[in-house]
Nanobody, 123 residues
């Protein structure tokens, strides 16, 4: 059974940092892109960042560009999201996703999802 397990969420102050991890089990994703999405209360799930299978290419939503960094360790089957300069508007449940079929920014194109981890940023 394929599972993606996020960890590292919690409470941070504005301007602070958090590092999220997503560990995959049940299969290797070393040949597939992996991504982070987030969903704030009352809003749709939105794309945050994606990383290619090799880690050589990354793309970010404009709202997090320059503040968040996505990375991966294929030996550990794990993807990370380093979040710096956090803002209250970053408050959301953050989800890990893997193996998109097409548009890496589309929720509909991902085949595997984690359960999510809550990130709350206080002002």
């Amino acid at each position: 059974q394929v599972q993606l397990a996020e960890s590292g969420g919690g409470l941070a102050q504005a301007g602070g940092s958090l590092r999220l991890s997503c560990a995959a089990s049940g299969r290797t994703f070393s040949s597939a892109p992996m991504a982070w999405f987030r969903q704030a209360p009352g809003k749709e799930r939105e794309f945050v960042a994606v990383i290619s299978w090799s880690g050589g290419s990354t793309y970010y939503a404009d709202s997090v560009k320059g503040r968040f960094t996505i990375s991966r360790d294929n030996a550990k089957n794990t993807v990370y999201l380093q979040m710096n300069s956090l803002k209250p508007e970053d408050t959301a449940v953050y989800y890990c996703a893997a193996d998109p079929d097409g548009d890496y920014r589309s929720v509909l194109d991902y085949n595997y999802w984690g359960q999510g981890t809550q990130v709350t940023v206080s002002s």
